[in-house]
């Protein structure tokens, strides 16, 4: 078949190249509608429930709405995990699916499920969070206003600027962080209710009564429709003071008389401060699932300069965080190690074949092949990121092609007859068909259980892959079609088959290495197997991490105080810490701003004493106190040391949203421990916090606050109100109205904004002032609250984390200056040795490591069914078992060298490394097949193996060298790269630079020695 297609490809040299033209065509329309984005998208399928009851303490929490949303919710298809958060007025369950499962399916089953929860009387629907994932937050903006209330601008938000984002093509939701959110209260003097007979519950229901519009239809007159509509909801403050309450001895009890009515907000669950100035309106804008997010970014910025236009005088926006910069620079990054890439390969070429239109032949693989890629990664849904297009080695795509079009040259230069070109190109290139096609494909095949990672994992490198496929399969077809019948019309017919000063000193310098090596074979043998040996210690030495830490160019602070802290003292705090880093780091830090608390959509929950500490940084050249961005985290770690109170752990954007999203822990490590009683968890946990502390490579840890929280307990005195005739609603109704009861909404123009019934401040300042509130008894009798219930400060949890319906503790962990997997296995012996867990309590760990752990057992047996892949193939190819696994020796001497690579440049073993391994198993036979089919004719037409081994290494030096200096080559400026997200990319370059040099000396000095044997 392969000679058929070389064939058809010589006789009809103008249609393949017409279909090249065509290929290129698809491909530069295929780039253009590709999506973008810095890296893969590792967001499990999720749906996040929300539910607010703003005035409910954690406990409550639980037990009236988490509870009964994860006993809905169990059960369902596909269904892989629960967990929930329960915090002071929010609860919030997230339910992990199966990867192949359809987010709008998996939303709708949720929906279902939902409907069929009871919840107490006055609590909200739980609604479902936005369909985005953990990369969908992709901008951050402020709006501020000199002299403006925050209340304004918060309203600004929610009803001038949010609405025109929300319609932009792509975007999820656009959620408010901080600010006032309006809220018209009627505070109700409690004495002056009960002088005049009345309840609480009276009032509220005169306000839900006298506050709402009706339809009535239509009514026909004189052939004329007039539809009929009642008016009755109020417009302004003054609307619900003149509302009536009741009638006494005919004369009206308004509002007014018995409370003030005025403009106030709602209870804060968050709040934002910037740069040092104060508060400030935080908008986040939130992309589609599936969406380009570069695409969506722009647009919502396009939208954004065009609302300013609509604000009112005083209130500007300003764009703080953008996702856009990020994938920029990232781009830039893989195109600047693409592009350097090439150059060196293109060069080597021009080098070792001396001759320039070859040279030009095989570099025209690299673009087309490219071109290929790019329609196959539409097709496929693989986005252009880090991970996809970043990862091509143009040495791999044009090792098929250097190795046809050299032979090609050489047997143009060698025929003396009067043959055509195609003719003698033909003969040259049916003479290699086999190793250069079945070394293309033994690459892909390793490739293989890639594809077969699951997970986190799966989803970060399988673009990798698919991509490195699609382009291998563009080489290989290229290399049977177009580069025979480029290099018949290109090539001269008697080309100068000049050698490069390179290659000529090579040669020379090879053949008496050669020789040596032949004569004193089983040193030489001996020698390979001790390096193997060594190499294998070696690589138990590594250590081990999921992937390296990709550099975003952002930092974040997350800060966490005592629990009980107010809304107002951790404002005044984020702001000190802002000021602390604008005045110390002017030369680094560009912009910095603080979310405390929790977001209208909570779509990342904390509470009021935790704060995330977003910076984003100026460009490194600018930076004077530190070189890269580990030193300046640490020199900011020393600024804020001096700051009591507080305790920090520093992440990154996206980084801290993925391991939110998908662990609950927002650090490397997090150690789980289950149980049910608040107290022993506690306990056991700053045990577990001790024993973590004691361990080399420590950094940032800290238990998360679960109690703490003080609070003020009235519980009812049964014995008390049944002495005084009082039901115990008519207490809770007092409680229930210290915090507020929304009682209707006020309409202003398009806006809407809640009524709320409150107690007047004056009567809650303290629990003595809360205690002498009274009490109407149904005969009239006014008692004050304090002898009708028990009113004590109590310590109460601070939020509840439960995974499965099991409460849990999280102790969370970074790790600095070792790998991820060395001081899990530490931690994990240390806590058998020195925490003793009661009946009933259990640990498991959490973060990173999980996908490494799951990484590597799933690598541990799909690597070896590649490997057998492998061997097949080379049996396939050669029908001997023995010369396939002379051949398939290339793989762990390849391995020697990647090892060594990653102990020279103190680098743990990664996922990223274990992929160049994968990537290196298939490379490195390439080289050998070259050599030993050459070596198999020769052998074949009569030479003796001695002399056959002589000549096949030295008429295949060239071939053998090229490939793997562009191999190598093109991971050159990806190994030693230091722009956004060369951390990820540089162990797999490493280890394939490395392993291409051992397995070349293999091919060429172990492999004839083995041969000779």
């Known amino acids: 078949m392969l000679n058929a297609v070389i064939t058809w490809s010589l006789r009809h040299r103008l249609a393949v190249i017409l279909a090249a033209i065509a290929l290129s065509v698809a491909g530069l329309w295929a780039f253009r509608r590709l999506p973008i984005d810095a890296f893969p998208d590792t967001t499990p399928v999720q749906v996040q429930i929300n539910a607010v009851a703003p005035a409910l303490s954690p406990v409550e929490i639980e037990r009236q709405i988490t509870a009964p949303v994860e006993q809905a919710i169990s059960g369902l298809p596909g269904l892989e995990e629960v967990r929930s958060l329960s915090r002071f007025g929010l609860s919030q369950v997230t339910v992990r699916f199966e990867d192949d499962t359809d987010i709008y399916l998996a939303r709708q089953v949720v929906l279902e499920r939902l409907q069929t ?49 929300r319609s932009v093509r792509g975007v999820a939701e656009v959620n408010t962080w901080g600010g006032d959110e309006r809220q018209i209260q009627v505070l ?55 509302i009536v309450v009741a009638a006494k001895a005919g004369a009206p009890i308004r509002v007014r008389d018995v409370a003030r009515v005025v403009e106030g907000r709602e209870i804060r669950r968050g709040a934002v401060t910037a740069d040092g100035q104060g508060e400030v309106v935080l908008g986040l804008g939130f992309m589609l699932m599936g969406e380009n997010s570069h695409d969506v970014t722009t647009r919502l910025k396009a939208r954004l300069d065009e609302v300013k236009k609509s604000l009112p005088p005083g209130v500007d926006v ?76 143009f040495g791999l795509i044009v090792d ?3 190795i046809m079009v050299e032979n090609s040259v050489r047997r143009l230069s060698e025929d003396r007859t009067d043959r055509s070109a195609a003719d003698v190109v033909r003969d040259a290139s049916l003479e290699v068909r086999r190793p250069t096609l079945f070394g ?57 088959e000049r050698e490069g000063a390179i290659a000529r000193l090579l040669r020379r310098a090879y053949l008496p290495v050669l020789r040596g090596a032949l004569r004193f074979r089983w040193a030489v043998l001996a020698g390979a197997a001790l390096l193997l040996a060594n190499a294998a210690f070696l690589a138990t030495r590594l250590g081990a991490e999921f992937v390296p830490r990709l550099r975003e160019g952002t930092i974040v602070a997350n800060t966490v105080r005592l629990s009980g802290v107010s809304v107002g003292e951790s404002i005044r705090y984020g702001t000190q810490i802002e000021r602390v880093l604008v005045d110390r780091f002017p030369d680094e830090v560009e912009r910095v701003w603080t979310r405390t608390g929790t977001a209208e959509v909570a779509t990342d929950p904390m509470g009021l004493e935790v704060s995330d500490v977003f910076i984003t940084l100026r460009p490194r050249e600018r930076w004077k106190r530190a070189a890269a961005q580990d030193e300046l985290v640490q020199a900011m770690e020393a600024e804020l040391a001096g700051l009591p109170g507080m305790r920090v752990i520093y992440t990154q954007p996206i980084e801290l949203r993925l391991n939110e999203m998908t662990a609950g822990i927002r650090s490397d490590l997090g150690v789980k421990l289950f149980g049910d009683d608040l107290d022993t968890l506690k306990q056991k946990a700053r045990e577990i916090e001790a024993a973590l502390r004691k361990i080399p490579g420590a950094a940032d840890v800290v238990t998360e606050q679960i109690t703490g929280q003080p609070v003020l307990e009235i519980e009812v005195d049964r014995d008390a109100i049944a002495r005084h005739g009082i039901a115990a609603a008519d207490v809770l109704e007092v409680v229930e109205s210290l915090g507020g009861r929304e009682v209707g909404q006020i309409q202003d123009g398009e806006r809407r904004f809640p009524v709320a019934l409150r107690i007047d401040d004056r009567y809650r300042e303290d629990p003595a002032s809360i205690g002498r509130i009274l009490v109407a008894s149904a005969g009239g009798e006014r008692i004050p609250l304090a002898r009708l219930a028990k009113i004590r400060t109590v310590e109460g949890p601070a939020a509840i984390q439960r995974e499965w319906a099991k409460r849990r503790i999280v102790v969370q962990a970074n790790v600095r200056g070792r790998d991820v997997g060395s001081y899990v296995d530490e931690a994990r012996a240390r806590l058998d040795r020195e925490v003793e867990l009661p009946p009933g309590y259990y640990v498991r760990f959490g973060g990173q490591f999980e996908h490494l752990e799951r990484a590597e057992a799933r690598l541990l047996v799909v690597v070896p069914i590649a490997l057998g892949l492998i061997l097949l193939l080379l049996h396939v190819t050669y029908g001997r078992l023995l010369d396939a696994v002379r051949v398939f020796t290339g793989v762990p001497f390849a391995a020697v060298g990647g090892v060594v690579a990653l102990w020279l440049r103190g680098l743990p073993f990664s996922i990223s490394a274990g992929v160049g391994f994968v990537a290196l198993s298939g490379v490195a036979v390439l080289g050998d097949m070259v ?27 060239r071939p053998v060298l090229m490939t793997a200096m562009v191999a190598s080559l093109g991971f050159v400026p990806m190994a030693w790269s230091t722009g956004v997200g060369a951390e990820v990319q540089r162990p797999l370059a490493t280890v394939v630079i490395g392993g291409v040099i051992s397995s070349t000396l293999l091919t060429l000095l172990v492999l004839p020695a083995l041969y000779s044997v």
């Not at 095989?362 to 087309?368: D, E, G, W």
């Open 117 to 165: 929860v009871a919840l107490p009387p006055g609590i909200e629907r739980p609604r479902l969070g936005p369909v985005a994932t953990g990369l969908g937050e992709v901008l951050h903006y402020v709006v501020t206003g000199k002299g403006v209330p925050l209340g304004e601008l918060r309203a600004v938000h929610d009803w001038v600027i949010a609405p025109q984002l």
């Open 188 to 242: 109700v003097d409690p004495a002056e209710l009960t002088a005049r007979g009345l309840s609480l519950d009276d009032l509220a229901g005169a306000l839900q009564r006298n506050n709402a519009n009706v339809g009535g239809g239509n009514l026909d007159q004189a052939g004329e429709t007039l539809l009929i509509q009642g008016i009755g909801i109020a417009t302004r403050a003054r609307d619900i003071e003149e």
């Open 318 to 393: 300003a764009v703080v965080y953008d996702r856009t910069e990020l994938i920029d620079r990232v781009l830039a990054t893989v195109k600047r190690n693409l592009l350097e890439g090439a150059l060196l390969v293109v060069a080597v070429l021009f080098a070792f074949l001396g001759n320039l239109r070859a040279g030009l032949i095989v570099a025209s693989a690299i673009p087309l092949s490219m071109l290929f890629a790019g329609s196959l990664m539409l097709r496929a849904g693989v986005a252009g990121s880090l991970m996809s297009l970043g990862a091509i080695d």
């Open 400 to 402: 098929s092609s250097v």
């Open 440 to 496: 293309e494909l033994i690459i892909m095949v390793v490739y293989l259980p890639i594809l077969a990672l699951e997970g986190a994992e799966g989803k970060l490198f399988r673009p990798m892959a698919l991509t490195v496929i699609f382009a291998l399969l563009g080489s290989m077809i290229l290399s049977v079609t177009l580069m025979p019948a480029l290099a018949s019309l290109l090539l001269p017919r008697r080309p100068s």
């Open 931 to 957: 050599l030993v089919s050459t070596l198999r004719q020769l052998v074949a037409a009569g030479v003796p193996v001695r002399r056959a081994i002589e000549l096949a290494a030295e008429r295949r030096l």
